[in-house]
């Protein structure tokens, strides 16, 4: 094997590698474009509310606020003269606020809730989509791996052959003399 075709070998072998990057770069592309450029969300005014609704219903804030309100309540209610008191005992004002309240804030809470899963799907698929882009660099890494590891053995191979028939003509002139 002479020095052109071992070059010419080479050359193919390099070219093999480009072509296996450009298409890992091509198969990444659109994995990449839609990580990069997600779509925006746009928010209704009642989406935006029941976020609002629902974060401060489920915090310390509004328990201890709405526990202080209940007790100012009840204790007005049953130390204030009889003339002043609006919600006399059993407070059944205050048990129509109390479920008013609740039934009010329930769905508004599960819709924040379920655009909340919204945004936990959305983030699973980003997720996917990242372990296809990490699968798509493992395949091309075993496809460079394995060009690597034949391309020089069918060089050796071919170079051995050559050694061989190179043996064999000496060999085929020396018995000839």
Do not use: C
């Not at 770069?25 to 925006?40: D, F, R």
């Not at 969300?41 to 310390?60: C, H, M």
Request: no cysteine.
């Amino acid at each position: 094997m002479d020095i052109t075709n071992f070059v010419k070998s080479e050359d193919e072998q390099l070219a093999k590698l480009q072509q296996i990057v450009k298409q890992a770069i091509a198969e990444e592309k659109l994995i990449v474009e839609n990580l990069l450029h997600q779509p925006k969300e746009t928010l209704s005014r009642g989406q935006t509310i029941s976020d609002k609704v629902a974060s401060f219903g489920g915090s310390w804030k509004f328990i201890i606020s709405f526990s202080v309100i209940l007790s100012a309540w009840i204790l007005f209610n049953t130390l204030a003269p009889n003339r002043e008191v609006f919600d006399p005992y059993p407070f059944i004002l205050m048990n129509l606020v109390l479920s008013a309240i609740a039934a009010l804030q329930a769905p508004i809470i599960m819709m924040s809730q379920n655009r909340k899963e919204e945004k936990d799907r959305k983030r699973s698929e980003n997720d996917y989509l990242i372990n296809l882009k990490a699968e798509l660099e493992v395949r091309s890494l075993h496809q460079k791996i394995d060009l690597l590891l034949e391309e020089p053995i069918k060089v050796l191979f071919d170079s051995q052959a050559t050694q061989l028939e190179l043996l064999k003509n000496i060999e085929a002139k020396l018995n000839a003399r």
